[in-house]
């Protein structure tokens, strides 16, 4: 269902230095710039389900504990075009609250206004699994989205 919201909605990435990552519920996409013609043999990349690392042609990317936990033996990456590094990594927690405010623990946070985006989405895509009949990928939000939005669940139906 995600990927289908995505598609239909786009992505709040977060800007880095060398590149951008993005989150979906279930999901932390990265998504690396490398020199064109890096071959996968120049890239090793570590992933862990707390921890990530990412050197290509020896110089280090980034390396540290990751903001949440992942399934380690979900996490890939994949080199397209010779020129993009793109890591997914599978959040453990896949609730709309669980939006993380940095990709590293210290290191590549969002800005408040794109960490403000980034949980409106995630609500937004929440909303849309809840009521897979309605179509959320252009609607608007505001109000009490934060940590996922409010909890209909103990409401009768």
Not at 36 to 45: A, D, L, N, W
Not at 88 to 117: F, H, I
Not at 122 to 151: K, V, Y
Request: charged share 25%; glycine share 10%.
């Amino acid at each position: 269902m995600s990927v289908h919201f995505e598609e239909r909605s786009g992505v709040v990435p977060c800007q880095t230095p060398w590149g951008s990552w993005y989150q979906t519920m279930e999901e932390v996409f990265i998504e690396v710039n490398v020199p064109p013609g890096t071959s996968g043999k120049e890239v090793r990349c570590k992933l862990g389900s707390k921890e990530v690392e990412l050197n290509v042609k020896g110089q280090e990317i980034f390396k540290g504990k990751l903001f949440g936990t992942t399934v380690g033996d979900e996490a890939t990456w994949t080199l397209e075009d010779k020129k993009l590094i793109r890591i997914v990594l599978m959040k453990t927690n896949r609730q709309a609250g669980n939006c993380w405010a940095s990709l590293l623990e210290g290191q590549y946070a969002a800005d408040p206004w794109v960490q403000d985006q980034m949980q409106r989405k995630l609500t937004l895509e929440r909303f849309q699994r809840e009521n897979p009949g309605f179509d959320f990928s252009g609607a608007e939000i505001s109000g009490n989205f934060h940590g996922g939005g409010p909890d209909f669940s103990s409401l009768e139906k």
